[in-house]
């Protein structure tokens, strides 16, 4: 899928007590393509997360807009994006809703129409993959911040979205761990998948990113 940002403006509620400096975004205009990882960089309060969040449609644009597959998405509704992209937040326990680990993986699906047995194999899958198997029955919230990340970004893969965006998916993780996160990216570009990561982690970007863009005081530098 080809996501396209087109001249998308945003300004928080309030700031136009100040118009010459609460832009969080200005103009911004980008190309994700299918089978690519395009890297933003930028200091904290560049405007970053604002974008990301934009894309999935928690926050609505200004001006501009936001196209996926040369459909504009101005009209959709949350359940319209969540059917084509998979967001990733900086805090990952605000995604995290099921009692225990297993349950977090399982209950979407089986509420879809997959089977018990199916919806726990796939689980099962990828806790073993992210090294979450032996905490399957475990409480959810009481996992450490890397393992919620690791959780988080399995509920991601596991809705296999069209696109995905990952906000610091590195964050808590240590290096064999940022491995198999790197792995599982790189066999969604095979199948296709527009992945955009907002990232600090100069060393992972450089390794894993097809193209980087930066993005200070809510302009996107190319």
Not at 21 to 38: C, K, M, P, Q, Y
Not at 167 to 172: A, I, K, Q, S
Request: proline share 3%; glycine share 10%; net charge neutral.
């Amino acid at each position: 899928m080809i996501v396209e940002a087109r001249a998308l403006s945003f300004q928080y509620p309030g700031s136009a007590l100040y118009p010459a400096s609460n832009f969080a975004l200005r103009d911004v205009s980008f190309t994700v393509r299918s089978g690519e990882i395009l890297a933003l960089c930028g200091s904290n309060g560049s405007g970053k997360t604002t974008l990301g969040k934009l894309l999935c449609g928690l926050l609505k644009p200004q001006s501009g807009a936001i196209y996926f597959d040369d459909e504009e998405s101005t009209s959709w509704s949350l359940g319209q994006f969540g059917k084509h992209i998979g967001y990733l937040f900086q805090e990952p326990a605000r995604q995290i809703f099921a009692p225990t680990v297993l349950q977090d993986l399982t209950f979407v699906q089986e509420i879809s129409g997959v089977s018990a047995e199916g919806a726990r194999a796939r689980a099962m899958e990828l806790l073993l993959r992210f090294d979450l198997a032996g905490l399957a029955e475990q409480g959810s919230l009481t996992l450490s911040r890397g393992e919620q990340q690791r959780l988080a970004i399995c509920g991601l893969l596991l809705n296999r979205p069209k696109v995905l965006v990952f906000d610091e998916p590195t964050t808590g993780l240590e290096a064999r761990r940022k491995d198999i996160f790197a792995a599982a990216l790189h066999e969604c570009l095979k199948q296709g998948v527009s992945v955009l990561i907002i990232s600090h982690d100069r060393a992972f970007i450089t390794a894993h990113a097809t193209r980087q863009v930066k993005m200070e005081g809510g302009v996107l530098h190319v």
